[in-house]
């Protein structure tokens, strides 16, 4: 589909901080004062009482598209954009105040697009009909033996041997998993080293996978966390990893901030572990020696620009802080 915004286009942190929630999410005021109240909101149509007080303008969160206007009561108003702020943008003047509908309404090809589309349709539909109604389809009659005795008792006799296999399986968990039939719980985490991390947010982290060793600047390090968590979690909390050299105590490199396993925390299910594979490139900035892998678990807003850091806990219940040194060690070497 053509795209109306540069592919490089990052959302500005203003525009965020100004949005408008009683306009469902989908309005920023970009400059001055306006009063405005939400009416109604949908995919294609956003109406709003409005009251100016100063010159403003505000900011759309869509693209430009064919067939978007803004009226505020009889009165039509110009919609613009530019390259620099290429979202929906509309000007109110001071002393404005009505109801301001921004809709997605019909242009000329769209009209000849629905025509086209129904004419075609209805075209199909009576060129089958005359087809189907031109001469005499006799209905193949097809028809199917049934089952003599000795083959109906056979298939009955099979049906309740699956069932009553089905029925042991959940009645003995232990001899289904010891014939195969069943997978036994917590066969994935074999070979993994066991951890017992807890934290005050309800996440913990119970064990990790990893070949640790030396690796090369410019390589790809990999290794594999196991999360869980015993409770629903109400927010979304992401991870960072930090290369700490063990000598000095410096912080050199730091991960890109992601959610554990890929899946934000509020979607995890209660008492089942999340895989949370690990892959970060090594710069070549990065000076040879060996380091500690470090881990911190936040929750932020949408940019990441305010941190609430999670505070973690060893088995025990004895604090660590909100940074945790994992049990991974490595040695970077030079190319």
Known sequence: MPATIPPDYVFSAESQRSQINSAGGKLSIVAGRTQIGLLSASAHELHLQVQVFTPTTLELFTAPFPGWTAQLGNQQLELHSNPEQPLLHVDLQQGQRGELALTLGATPPRLFGWLLTWVGCWTALVLVLRWRTRGDHEAEQIEFALLNHAEARLFGVLMLGVVGLLALSFALPELAAAGGWQIAPGTGLAGVQPLNIRSDAGLELIGYRADSGRIAQGSTLEFTLYW??????????????????????????????????????????????????????????????????????????????????????????????TVLALPLSTSIVSK
Do not use: K, M
Request: a negative charge; hydrophobic letters at 35%; aromatic letters at 8%.
């Open 228 to 321: 869980r968590t015993l409770r629903s979690v109400e927010a979304n909390y992401r991870a960072q990893i930090a290369f700490q050299d063990r000598s000095t105590g410096r912080v050199d490199s730091l991960s890109a901030i992601r959610h554990p396993g890929d899946l934000p925390t509020t979607r995890w299910l209660p008492r089942r572990y999340v895989v949370d594979t690990w892959r970060i490139p090594i710069p070549d900035t990065l000076s040879p020696g060996d380091y500690d892998l470090v881990l911190t678990l936040f929750s932020c807003d949408a940019l990441c620009e305010e941190r609430q850091s999670v505070t973690l806990f060893a088995s025990d219940g004895a604090p660590i802080g």
